[in-house]
């Protein structure tokens, strides 16, 4: 059977929504990590963590998490790796001098941009099959979805991650 006919298997049962979004989603991440690990030599939970550096600065490490739903270690390894290269320095908290708070540095901001550019066209490769208008829905359905309070928490499934207080505390 060829992979046209499997995936329309399996789009087409009662799971359709979650197995698309999750074929999306982890497709997209195989290439996308594939070029960010061989260019830059970086995970891309890394990328994305100096990203949101980036568009916050100051912000700590544990607030990532309310961006990028990944578990506290990875954040921390990633941290890790940014600092030892150069792209990203901590600075004291003005409130409280023992709370670090996180900011690229020119290298960082330098060697982001050159990933966001790349990024950039992935992008337009990936949405390529939709129109501007579809893009525009797509984008606003996909963000009703992650503005839900439903996909991080679930009255189903125990453990799920609970980022609310953490959300709080930015």
Do not use: C
């Amino acid at each position: 059977m060829a992979l046209n006919e499997k995936l329309k298997t399996v789009f087409a049962g009662d799971l359709r929504e979650l197995m698309l979004i999750s074929y999306i989603v982890l497709g997209n991440n195989a290439v996308t990590n594939r070029f960010i690990e061989r260019g830059y030599d970086m995970p891309v939970h890394a990328w994305s963590s100096l990203y949101a550096i980036d568009r916050f600065p100051g912000i700590r490490a544990k607030e990532i998490r309310t961006i990028f739903p990944r578990p506290q270690n990875t954040i921390s390894r990633a941290i890790s790796l940014l600092e030892k290269r150069g792209y990203v320095r901590q600075g004291a908290s003005e409130s409280d001098a023992r709370e670090k708070r996180l900011f690229a540095t020119a290298d960082g901001q330098r060697i982001l941009a050159e990933m966001t550019a790349l990024s950039l066209r992935r992008q337009a490769e990936l949405f390529s099959p939709l129109t501007a208008e579809e893009r525009d829905t797509f984008f606003g359905l996909a963000l009703k979805i992650a503005a839900g309070q439903n996909l991080l928490d679930s009255a189903l499934v125990s453990g799920a991650i609970d980022l609310h207080d953490m959300g709080s505390a930015a």
